[in-house]
């Protein structure tokens, strides 16, 4: 999550959120598509007796049961790359929040998957926010957010889903932005 404040004496606070775009998922992308076409292609060459790869020569496999097994695997990791790719390519959980005092308005924007509810959008007066609060949880999954405390509402996540921050990086932003929209900041 990166601040950039823009504009008139920092009257609005933007901060963009990384989604589906980041180097892990491009990586694991082309590891599971250039391992589940190499399956999908040995399968087809035990099939068809025609080698179709160029690192090793798979005709002689017998089809039942090691090219049918290569070709269900490759087939179930060619589906999964497709899904990392789409994902990907639809930068899903990227957005930004934006707390404009100018407008007097919070809006907090992420895309999400195709279809009818692609892009998930929250506006409300900045006057509703109550507090800015990080959670923290340590141990084999931890967890490092911060939260929009605002009347009437749930806690309304502000940090992006994935990889933990850091926690100087989460104690900087929750204290930029609570000092930004002058409200305190709570769980640290």
């Known amino acids: 999550m990166t601040a950039k404040a823009m504009t008139n004496d920092r009257l609005v606070l933007r901060q963009e959120i990384l989604g589906s775009r980041r180097f892990s998922n ?13 399956f999908l292609l040995a399968g087809l060459s035990s099939y068809f007796k025609v080698n179709l790869l160029l690192v090793s020569d798979e005709t002689g496999l017998q089809f039942l049961p090691q090219g ?5 695997y490759g087939t179930a990791g060619s589906l999964l790359a497709t899904y990392l790719w789409l994902l990907v390519f639809w ?5 930004y929040n934006e707390f404009n005092k100018e407008t007097g308005q919070v809006k907090i924007f992420r895309s999400g998957f195709p279809g009818e509810d692609r892009r998930i959008e929250f506006d409300f007066p900045i006057d ?10 340590e141990g084999l999954n931890p967890k490092r957010t911060l939260y929009l ?40």
């Open 26 to 38: 491009y990586f694991w992308a082309t590891v599971v598509s250039i391992g589940g076409v190499g």
């Open 68 to 72: 049918i097994a290569l070709l269900f």
């Open 91 to 95: 930068n899903v959980g990227g957005g």
């Open 128 to 137: 509703d926010v109550i507090s800015v609060k990080a959670e923290i949880r």
């Open 149 to 188: 405390r605002a009347n009437k509402r749930q806690d309304i996540p502000l940090s992006p889903v994935g990889e933990p921050i850091s926690l100087s990086k989460l104690e900087n932003q929750g204290a930029e932005l609570a000092r930004f929209l002058e409200v305190p900041l709570e769980g640290l």
